[in-house]
C-alpha cells in the first residue's frame, strides 16, 4: 500500500480506488480509471488545480485557475507580468499605484494590445492617496475610459466617493430583475471593520451627493443600494508592503464572520461576496490550506516580485532571492508617513527600515532640521545624499505641484518640512529599487513579507531556484500543482491512510 499512497498522491488527476471494510484497515487497492473486482471499493474522485477554489468566481471572472497575480505598486506588477499571468491561466493585476497617469495609461494599452479583447481575467491597482488630493478621481476616470473592468482597491481605510462611482457605474438589472456588474472591485482589507463597509451597499448618503453632483444617475444609485460595493474581498494577511501582520487563518475566519453579518443585516445571500487570501502564499502548502479554509481564491505577491517579469531590478531580485523568513522589518510608509502607517519591506541587504523608523523617530519627537543637533544632521544630509535644504526645494517643487495646502503650511513648520522630506526618501527608496542604482542599495525599499523567505526554502536545489527561471507561469503551476497533491494528501489522511510527511511536499519542477 505504501507505493500506491504515493502513486494516489503523485497523481492526483487519477482516481484512487479504496477499501475501508478490511479487517486491517483502510488500504488503497488501485489508482486510476480501473475499477477493482471488489464489491466494497470505492473511488476518490480526481483533484485537479482547476478545481481549487470557487467556481463561482471563475464563472464571473473567466480564468483557468482560482489564482491572482497580485498588483506591486509602482509598477512592479508589469504589464508584462499581467499579459503572463493571464496566459498562464490566472489573473493580474497591474501595479499601477504611484504611476503618473500617461505611464498608467500607456501600460494599459500594453496589456490590451498583447491579450486582445476576449481575454478579461486581468485589471489594474487604485490605491487610496490621502496625501494627494483628486489623484483617486483622476485614477477612477481613466479606468472608465479605457475601459478597466476590475479594480484591486488596496490600503483604504474607508470608502470613498470614487470607489462607489465606479462600482455603481457599472451596475445594470437585467430582464429578471438580476443586478449584473460590468465593473468589479477586488476589495484588499486586513480587519473587519474595513471590510464590512465593502461587503455591504453603498452608503445612501454617499449615494445621494453622487447623485446630486450628477456623477451617477438614480438607477444606479438604487441598484447600488442593493449589492455589496465590492463582490470579492481579498484577506491581506501577514504581506509585503502595506499589512497589519494578520495570521492568515485568523484573519479569514474574522472575515468570514463579517460576512454572515453583512448578509444577515441586509438580507442577501452570503455567496454574493466571495472572501480570497493573500499574504503568506508562498508554498504548495500555503495554497492548500487557503483552499481547505475556504478561500475563494488565492493571491500570490512577494514570490512574484522576484519573477523575471517583474519590475523591479535585477540587483533588487537578487537580494529577495537570497531573502529568509525572518529577513524582513517595518518601515514608514511614504504615503501615510504622518499617520504612522507602516509598510513590510525586505530587511536583508539593506538599512531602509533602519532608516526609515529613525526618520519618523524625529518627526514624533516634533523635531525639524534646525531643531537637529549636529550629529543627527549630519546624518540626515548623509541618508539623503544632499543637504537638507536642497531636498526640501526638490520637494517643495513636487508638493506644490500635487497639494499646495501642504507646501504652504510646510513653509512655516519646520516638522512639517522635516517630513514632507522624509516622505521623498522613503518614496525614492521603491525607485532606486527599481532602477538597479548601485549606489543607493542601503536604501532600497523592496516591499516583501515571511513569504519571500518560505519560498526560497521551498525552491533552493530546485529548477526554480535559478532567477532565469522563476516566471510567473512557472511559480503558478508549481504552487497548484503542489496544493493539488497535498490536498490528496489530506484527503487520504483524513480517511484514516498512513500518509508520511513526504507526501506533503512537493519539488518544483518546469513545466512546458
Known sequence: MPDLVTRAVETPR??????????????????????????????????????????ALLAAHPARFCYVVGEMARGIATPRMVVAAVQAGCFGFYGSA????????????????????AESAWGANLIHS?????????????????????????????????????TALGLEQQAGGTITRRNHIFAKVSRAEVAEPFMAPAPEKMLRELVA???????????????????????????????DNRPAAVLFSSLSAARSRVAARHGFDESMIRIGLAGGIATPSAVAAAFQMGAAYVLTGSVNQSAVESGLSEAGRKLLAKAGPADVAMAPAADMFEQGVEVQVLKRGTLFAMRGKKLHGFYRAGASYETLGPADRKWLDDVLGEVFDAAWASTKSYIQRVNPAEAERAETDGNKRLALVARRYLFQGAQWAREGDTKRTADYQIWCGPAMGAFNEWVAGTPLDPLENRS???????????????????????????VAPQHFSYTPQLFE
Open 130 to 166: 490621502p496625501q494627494e488630493p483628486g489623484q483617486e478621481a483622476a485614477v477612477v476616470d481613466l479606468f472608465l475610459a479605457e475601459g478597466v473592468r476590475r479594480v484591486s482597491a488596496s490600503a483604504f481605510m474607508r470608502l470613498t466617493p470614487d470607489v462607489i462611482r465606479y
Open 213 to 243: 453632483s450628477g456623477k451617477i444617475s438614480e438607477k444606479q444609485a438604487d441598484l447600488a443600494s442593493k449589492v455589496p460595493v465590492a463582490a470579492e474581498i481579498t484577506a491581506e494577511s501577514d504581506s509585503g508592503g502595506h499589512t
Open 472 to 498: 510567473v507561469r512557472q511559480i503558478a503551476l508549481n504552487l497548484l500543482e503542489g496544493a493539488a497533491r497535498v490536498t490528496r494528501a489530506g484527503q487520504l489522511r483524513a480517511m484514516g491512510f498512513p
Open 98 to 117: 504611484g504611476l503618473p497617469l500617461t505611464e498608467i495609461k500607456t501600460g494599459l494599452h500594453e496589456i490590451r494590445s498583447a491579450l486582445g479583447p
Open 14 to 55: 487519477s482516481a484512487v480506488w479504496l477499501d475501508t471494510g478490511g479487517a486491517s484497515g483502510p488500504s488503497v487497492l488501485a489508482v486510476g480509471d480501473t475499477r477493482p473486482d471488489q464489491p466494497t471499493c470505492f473511488a476518490l474522485p480526481p483533484i485537479y488545480p482547476e478545481w481549487l477554489g470557487d467556481r
